[in-house]
């Protein structure tokens, strides 16, 4: 009974695990491990009434209603990949029927034991399932976890190992007769070797993301430093454009002078000097914070260039000095940057609206952005997916933003309204 119970675990959770790997959930995470646990007691109960018909036709409509009402996606889809597991499921049961009926007459022959006197064969035919599912995740380029298929290979050699040994356990003619204590250790090893097959899997997926991960994150700190270098140029520009500014009649009285003097040559060319000193992006005064400015002086340009309308207010007196460049340049330039990307797929009349202001009697410092979107938002396990491209390039994403309203105390949240996204960050001043 407890391997019984044991192999309606493994049944349901293989079940779990691949539909898991193509939809996301339909419900409430906390009511997840109540759904698993009734399904594998439904399994469990199915199989103690020792009907192979019943068990065919009740345990399908069980594991049906298992991944309809866990499992967010459309009817035809879901169906088909609930045809191709449980087809694998049944699929290897029966092949393994007919393997063990084949080798009867050697083993009988031969003076072997026959498999089919040991309940291990439940572990092997659950351990075989497991394989099939793990090649069939593998190989699907719909997977949302798949390792590199060298890596994949190496783990590999673990279960087949595995299977080989179970096999050559069953096969070696070893008769633990009226010894249970023999056999219930070999079969407590057994679910041992199968449980940590699939623990180590899982470490071995883990390990994969963990690097791929890793790689993102190295290109995004690069793609911070090169955007703080730039916009810091784009200040030192500013600084000397002002200062050259300030000196403009310093320039136009040597001007006059070589003009008095018919110097017309070098004229020209205190003139060329000075016009490539005047050459700059144009920084609007939005607020008294330099970077806040260079960084919506940048995207109001970024918005005129592909057509989107950009209106900013920013209201006197915003305090967000105690925010860091990187983390104001990564923040906001995350939430323009998808805002412009988003409006500018709409045909007509999109545009972005930034507004920052305070609250809570200067407790609360809100940049709220505010932009017209034309295609179909993606959301997975609760996070907006980008479309883009080049997502890695642009930024770093929406959860970017949420990590670094939570390091300065804050919030961020977005919802939509009137057929306009909304994303509102709120840092603790």
């Keep these: 009974m407890l391997i019984l119970f044991f192999c309606c675990v493994i049944e349901v959770f293989l079940l779990y695990d691949y539909f898991n790997n193509f939809f996301e959930f339909k419900i409430k995470r906390k009511y997840i491990k109540v759904l698993c646990a009734g399904t594998i007691g439904a399994i469990f109960l199915v199989n103690m009434l020792q009907s192979n018909i019943l068990n065919l036709i009740l345990v399908l409509i069980i594991l049906w209603i298992f991944v309809t009402v866990l499992f967010d996606s459309k009817l035809g889809i879901r169906f088909v990949y609930f045809i191709m597991a449980y087809s694998v499921m049944v699929g290897v049961e029966f092949l393994y029927i007919i393997l063990s009926n084949t080798t009867t007459a050697l083993l009988a022959k031969t003076g072997l034991i026959l498999v089919s006197e040991y309940l291990w064969q439940l572990l092997l035919i659950k351990f075989l399932n497991y394989i099939v599912f793990i090649i069939l995740k593998q190989m699907s380029v719909k997977s949302k976890k798949r390792m590199t298929n060298k890596l994949f290979l190496i783990y590999l050699c673990v279960p087949v190992s595995t299977l080989g040994t179970m096999l050559t356990v069953f096969y070696s003619g070893i008769d633990t007769g009226s010894n249970m204590v023999l056999k219930i250790l070999m079969t407590l090893f057994f679910v041992c070797m199968i449980t940590g097959n699939m623990i180590l899997f899982y470490a071995f997926q883990k390990y994969t993301e ?84 260079i960084i919506l002086s940048e995207y109001s340009i970024k918005a005129k260039s592909a057509r989107v309308g950009f209106d900013v207010y920013v209201e006197p007196g915003c305090i967000l000095n105690h925010v860091q460049d990187v983390d104001l340049i990564t923040m906001i330039g995350n939430l323009l940057d998808n805002a412009i990307s988003a409006a500018s797929k709409k045909e007509k009349g999109s545009s972005v609206i930034v507004r920052i202001f305070m609250q809570k009697d200067g407790k609360l410092c809100v940049i709220k952005v505010v932009n017209d979107f034309a295609e179909e938002l993606k959301e997975v396990r609760g996070k907006l997916i980008s479309t883009k491209k080049e997502a890695g390039v642009h930024g770093i994403g929406l959860s970017s933003v949420l990590k670094i309203a939570e390091q300065y105390n804050g919030y961020f949240e977005y919802y939509i309204i009137d057929e306009k996204f909304n994303a509102v960050v709120v840092l603790t001043v």
């Design 210 to 293: 963990n690097l791929s991960e890793n790689a993102k994150q190295e290109l995004e700190l690069l793609y911070q430093r090169a955007e703080v270098e730039r916009l810091t140029k784009i200040a030192e520009w500013n600084d000397n454009y002002n200062e050259i500014v300030h000196n403009t009649s310093h320039y136009l009285k040597v001007i006059g002078q070589l003009a008095y003097e018919r110097r017309n040559d070098e004229i020209c060319k205190v003139l060329d000097k000075l016009n490539g000193k005047l050459n700059r992006e144009e920084i609007c005064e939005y607020s008294n914070h330099k970077m806040l400015n």
